[in-house]
């Protein structure tokens, strides 16, 4: 049973180019999250998913997209990448609990 | 704005040396009140859940509680293996998703 799988582990982008975090769930939770975690910052929700083919913004969502077409995968596209989203972003998932399972993280550096 | 504000920021300790952090929460209609540890270079994991006023858990050297505008996480003897982020996060009646403040770093030292 891995959880929440995310990869890469770590990537470095130049600007303006693009890339895909992968985020698995094998726990066949409905709802799916993405997160940003920037030192002394706390976790900044970036995008969410109630089901397959459901997404929504949250608090950070620009330059970012998504998509869910299935319920296990919900991966993050970042079209043209800028320094400000150098940062670790975690994946996450939540089931009939209230409480989330986070991946390990993926650690994004954009020079 | 709701918010999720933990203090101190960070915090030193020295083995034994028992003591307690802080959440508290402005949000109305709350769901779920949560405790996450994290350690560097980790996700962060869960450790409790609480829903009402009066509520506590534990775990270990680990007791969280809560009151109808914050939590408390109570660390008894602790051991240098503790050091470690701990967040805080609520769930709202009206949310999807949790909302997290920005963590108290603890160090234990020997």
């Known amino acids: 049973n891995a959880g929440v799988t995310q990869t890469p582990k770590f990537r470095i982008l130049k600007i303006g180019q693009s890339m895909t975090l992968q985020c698995t769930q094998d726990?066949?939770?409905?709802?799916m999250y993405w997160y940003r975690q920037d030192p002394g910052m706390g976790l900044k929700l970036i995008y969410y998913?109630?089901?397959?083919?459901?997404?929504d913004k949250g608090e950070v969502p620009n330059g970012y997209n998504v998509s869910r077409s299935t319920t296990e995968d919900f991966p993050l596209r970042l079209e043209l990448a800028a320094p400000s989203q150098t940062s670790v972003y975690f994946c996450?998932?939540?089931?009939?609990?209230?409480?989330?399972?986070f991946g390990q993280g993926t650690r994004l550096t954009v020079v | 704005e709701d918010q999720v504000t933990q203090s101190p920021e960070a915090l030193r300790l020295q083995e034994g040396e028992s003591s307690s952090l802080n959440c508290s929460y402005t949000?109305?209609?709350?769901?779920?009140l949560f405790w996450y540890r994290q350690d560097p270079g980790k996700g962060p994991e869960f450790l409790f859940t609480?829903?009402?006023a009066g509520e506590e858990k534990e775990k270990e050297r680990l007791k969280a509680t809560l009151t109808k505008k914050e939590s408390f996480l109570h660390i008894t003897a602790p051991k240098p293996e503790d050091s470690a982020t701990y967040l805080c996060?609520?769930?709202?009646?009206?949310?999807?998703?949790?909302?997290f403040g920005k963590g108290t770093s603890l160090l234990v030292t020997p």
């Open positions: 996450a998932t939540r089931g009939g609990g209230t409480e989330a399972f």
């Open positions: 726990m066949n939770h409905n709802y």
């Open positions: 998913s109630v089901g397959a083919g459901i997404t």
């Open positions: 949000v109305s209609g709350l769901r779920g």
């Open positions: 609480l829903y009402s």
């Open positions: 996060a609520d769930l709202r009646n009206s949310g999807y998703a949790l909302n």
